[in-house]
C-alpha cells in the first residue's frame, strides 16, 4: 500500500546524543516535511522539503538538521543543541509545485530524552 | 507565522448532538483544511476548501469559508463516539512550496 513510514515509533535518548528519525514514503510526492507537536501547542514546522537535495527552515529549525538525498526519504536528525526535544515528531508529504497542497502524514515518532 | 486558530480548544457532545469547530487565520489563503488525530497517530485530511468556495459537503462534514472574515468552521452532524479526536485546520498562503500552518486544534470527545 502506498504511505508514508516513520521509525522507530518510539524512541528514547540521553541527554546529549543526537537521534535521527527516518520518514520513508512510496506516493511519489516531490514534497515531504517534517512537524512537531507538543501537548496543546497544535503542529509547529521544522523543515520542510520541495524536491529532492533541496529544503528550507521552518519555525523551529534550531537544534534539527535534515537532509534530502533521494526523493523518497526525509530524514529527521533531533541533535544535542535542541534544549527540549521530548515531543511527537510528524512527517507528512505532499504532491509538490502546488499552493497549499493535501498533506498525507505518516505515523509518528515519539521521543522522549530521559 | 500565518496561523489558524481552533475553538473552542475542547469539545464535548452526546452522540447524536452536532459539533461545530471554528478557526480564524490571518492572511490571504489558496485554499483551507482540516485535519483529524486521533491519539497518538499521524493526521489524516478530512476537507479541503478553496478560496473561490463557501461551503462544502463530504459526508456528516459540512465546511464553510468566510474569506471577508477570514474564519471557517467544520460542522459534524450526527456524531458517533468514533468521531472523538483533535480537529485541526490548517492554511498556507498563495505561494506554490509553501507549507501549511497548523491551528492548535480543537479537541473532540463524543460520548454514547
Known amino acids: 500500500d502506498g504511505g508514508i513510514t516513520q521509525s522507530p515509533k518510539y524512541l528514547f535518548r540521553k541527554e546529549g546524543q543526537n537521534v535521527t528519525l527516518s520518514c520513508e514514503q512510496n506516493?511519489?510526492?516531490?514534497?515531504m516535511y517534517w512537524y512537531r507537536q507538543d501537548p496543546g501547542q497544535g503542529l509547529r514546522l521544522i523543515y520542510y522539503?520541495?524536491?529532492?537535495?533541496?529544503?528550507q527552515k521552518g519555525d523551529i529549525a534550531e537544534g534539527y538538521s535534515v537532509s534530502r538525498e533521494k526523493k523518497e526519504s526525509f530524514p529527521l536528525t533531533v541533535t544535542s543543541a535542541q534544549k527540549n526535544p521530548t515531543a511527537f515528531y510528524l512527517c507528512?508529504?505532499?504532491?509538490?509545485?502546488?499552493?497549499?497542497?493535501?498533506?498525507?502524514f505518516g505515523e509518528g515518532s515519539r521521543l522522549t530524552v530521559l | 507565522s500565518q496561523q489558524g486558530e481552533e475553538d473552542p480548544q475542547a469539545l464535548s457532545i452526546q452522540e447524536g448532538e452536532n459539533a461545530t469547530m471554528n478557526c480564524s487565520y490571518k492572511t490571504s489563503i489558496n485554499n483551507l483544511q482540516w485535519y483529524r488525530q486521533n491519539s497518538g497517530r499521524g493526521l489524516v485530511h478530512l476537507i479541503l476548501?478553496?478560496?473561490?468556495?463557501r461551503e462544502k459537503h463530504s459526508g456528516r462534514l459540512r465546511v464553510t469559508l468566510d474569506t471577508s472574515k477570514k474564519s471557517s468552521s467544520l460542522l459534524i452532524t450526527a456524531s458517533r463516539a468514533a468521531d472523538t479526536a483533535s480537529y485541526f485546520c490548517a492554511t498556507a498562503n498563495n505561494q506554490a512550496g509553501t507549507a501549511l500552518i497548523f491551528g492548535k486544534g480543537t479537541t473532540l470527545s463524543v460520548s454514547s
Open positions: 507528512a508529504s505532499s504532491q509538490g509545485g502546488l499552493a497549499a497542497p493535501q498533506l498525507f
Open positions: 522539503s520541495q524536491i529532492v537535495n533541496d529544503f
Open positions: 476548501i478553496r478560496s473561490n468556495e
Open positions: 506516493l511519489n510526492h516531490d514534497a
